[in-house]
């Protein structure tokens, strides 16, 4: 199919209900995080197992288009940053489980108009390696967290008293291929915002694809991450995803892909994520008590959709909760 040119056209819907839920998410998302302290001492309520801590560097592209030179992309330079690898769920558990991969960027050194007002001096990313969430809305996502938090008889029960009998089961099926899917490791696969952000007038979702994609096979991720850096730095380009329109590329649904052949993708950066010995002796231990959330943002980059919407409120609440630095 041909590329379409990006759209200005984009809309948020925003629902009646949404304070109140995005309260009841927050409450929920801090139960389950003071469950799991008991369990394992401080930490995330999802995301909870970090992987590894490293250092970046963004080096944001010249000659870009002129709809990408918004915010952070506004001209060419260099950016200090921090990268947090992640396995997805809320318990620790082995890295050869399926699990869904985060892959988190602060940038550092920014000065300028923040998402929440004020001023921001850094701007972050929250990707995961799948190319759309599990839940159209946190309503949805909420029953999920809470169910898996019981463990997984009872995601189907919720499953099933929400949706009957034939769309619960299709909806774990889906969930199941996500999970069964073989992780090709922190440097074998595209990570992707999954939820859109504002590029000044536009609407994006962020990818980020390694340069030079190796697969792991049967390696530890952790390891195989480790074993690549010893021959330097980890080269991404961070790309940008552009909305065309509400139906190839929905705002208020994050559980559709976004087409590669119809919207346009434009490299925007090229990520350098360094070796662990690069970093200060207590980076790691720094990175973990960081927060990482995208409404750390310039207002051009302001997260857009009721899913970010939604993290405004559980994130900070989550944060609060772990005394997040």
Avoid at 180 to 202: D, I, T
Avoid at 248 to 268: F, G, K, L, N, R
Avoid at 298 to 318: C, D, F, N, Q
Wanted: aromatic content about 8%; proline content about 8%; charged content about 25%.
């Amino acid at each position: 199919m041909t590329t379409r040119p990006p759209s200005r056209d984009w809309r948020e819907v925003v629902y009646p209900e949404e304070a109140a839920r995005h309260e009841a998410f927050a409450a929920l998302l801090t139960s389950v995080q003071a469950k799991r302290r008991e369990k394992y001492g401080d930490g995330r309520a999802l995301h909870r197992k970090g992987l590894l801590a490293l250092p970046a560097k963004l080096s944001v592209l010249p000659n870009l288009p002129d709809y990408c030179r918004y915010g952070l992309f506004a001209k060419p330079g260099d950016y200090e940053a921090r990268v947090r690898l992640s396995n997805g769920g809320m318990d620790i558990q082995s890295n050869r489980k399926p699990d869904i991969r985060g892959f988190a960027i602060s940038v550092l050194g920014l000065s300028g108009p923040g998402a929440l007002g004020g001023e921001t001096n850094r701007q972050d990313f929250l990707l995961i390696n799948q190319d759309s969430f599990s839940s159209p809305t946190s309503e949805e996502f909420m029953m999920l967290v809470e169910a898996a938090s019981r463990g997984q008889a009872a995601i189907l029960v919720a499953m099933i008293r929400k949706f009957g009998l034939f769309g619960g089961l299709s909806r774990l099926r889906r969930l199941a291929g996500v999970l069964a899917r073989p992780f090709q490791g922190f440097a074998g696969e595209r990570f992707n915002s999954v939820a859109p952000v504002a590029c000044g007038p536009y609407a994006v979702r962020i990818l980020l694809d390694p340069v030079a994609p190796q697969a792991r096979g049967e390696a530890d991720p952790v390891e195989q991450m480790r074993a690549m850096l010893t021959n330097g730095p980890v080269a991404y380009d961070l790309k940008l995803q552009f909305y065309i329109d509400d139906a190839s590329t929905p705002i208020e649904d994050p559980t559709q892909v976004w087409p590669d052949d119809q919207t346009p993708i434009v490299t925007v950066a090229r990520l350098l994520v360094m070796p662990e010995a690069e970093a200060p002796s207590d980076f790691a231990a720094q990175v973990e008590h960081a927060s990482f959330d995208p409404w750390a943002a310039l207002a051009e980059h302001r997260p857009l959709g009721e899913i970010m919407r939604s993290r405004k409120v559980a994130y900070y609440a989550s944060q609060k909760a772990r005394k997040a630095g």
